[in-house]
């Protein structure tokens, strides 16, 4: 029997490195935690570019596979190996519609519309401006987007289907980046957020995306 190629992840320390520790802490996958931090510069060496010409993180080397951004390599993980299972709704057409749906709209409009831009003008205003007007709409944007997206009963077990997916892991790591830029969060996704974080998954991930 051939050995399985190596796991490899470059990146820790921030909350779209986590979507790939807690995915692969849920999968109970050895991996080797390269603890690669943004901003450091050592994105941006010639050998770091190499394997990822964007000189970004989170990286995943698997054999002669290298994946990218943070959600494609949760997918990724869960689909390639077992330890996560899908309800019938999920492997249905009608399900994995909701999924595209439900992934599109949270990385769109929660995380790129909203939360990015008030982290380029807040935590990296040196960089690109002070916007404050920028980041007030940003957040409100954020409350209405989110108020429409996920009712109380979407949120009360899983968001999608009935088994714990990769879209848990994504929408956890927004509300927790939201918390974290002051945004007042709805009580049931509060509610939604502290059950995700009592998974030994998401502890696990925690402590492997530590810098």
Known sequence: MSRQPELIVW?????????????????????????????????????YKAINPKGKIPVLVHGDLIISESFAIARYLRRTFKGLTFDQHQLSPEGVARFDELASFMLMELDATSLYIIRRHLDLASIYGEAPNAVISAKAYFCKMLGEGFSASELAEFVWGHCFSELDILLTTILDWADAVDIALPAHCHAYRYRMHERPGYRLGKTNNKP
Do not use: C, F, I
Not at 12 to 40: C, F, I, Q
């Open 11 to 47: 990146g820790a320390g921030t909350s779209r490195t986590l979507r790939v520790h807690w995915m692969l802490a849920e999968l109970n996958l050895e991996y080797d935690n390269k603890k690669v931090g943004p901003r450091t510069g050592e994105t941006q060496t010639e050998a």
